[in-house]
């Protein structure tokens, strides 16, 4: 049985940092594409990194480039989310997301199998 459980999240300043954990069980997580979507209230899901299984490169939707950072510990099964220089436009529910076994990319929501029960974060400004 696959299961994501996402931790860290919280009220921070406009400015401040918040780094985000996922731990997944079930699969061979080194070969999994991990992913991290959020989504503030009214809008859609969106997404926001994924770092690949293998090789582990990353990518980064614009409004987060340059400030969020995506990184994955496969000793612990572990993809996490740094957040750096946050801004009230990042508040939202945040959610991990497995993917395939596979060493592409991927950034539609429709191509992730697994989903975390998310972690609220909020930034005031």
């Known amino acids: 049985q696959v299961q994501l459980v996402e931790s860290g999240g919280g009220l921070v300043q406009a400015g401040g940092s918040l780094r985000l954990s996922c731990v997944a069980s079930?699969?061979?997580?080194?070969?999994?594409?991990m992913g991290w979507f959020r989504q503030a209230p009214g809008k859609e899901r969106e997404f926001a990194a994924a770092?690949?299984?293998?090789?582990?490169?990353?990518y980064y939707a614009d409004s987060v480039k340059g400030r969020f950072t995506i990184s994955r510990d496969n000793a612990k099964n572990t993809v996490y989310l740094q957040m750096n220089s946050l801004k009230p436009e990042d508040t939202a529910l945040y959610y991990c997301?497995?993917?395939?076994?596979?060493?592409?990319?991927?950034?539609?929501?429709?191509?992730?199998?697994?989903w975390g029960q998310g972690t609220q974060v909020t930034v005031s400004s």
């Open positions: 997301a497995e993917g395939p076994y596979s060493g592409l990319i991927y950034y539609n929501p429709r191509q992730y199998d697994y």
């Open positions: 079930g699969r061979t997580f080194s070969r999994s594409v």
């Open positions: 770092i690949s299984g293998y090789a582990g490169n990353t």
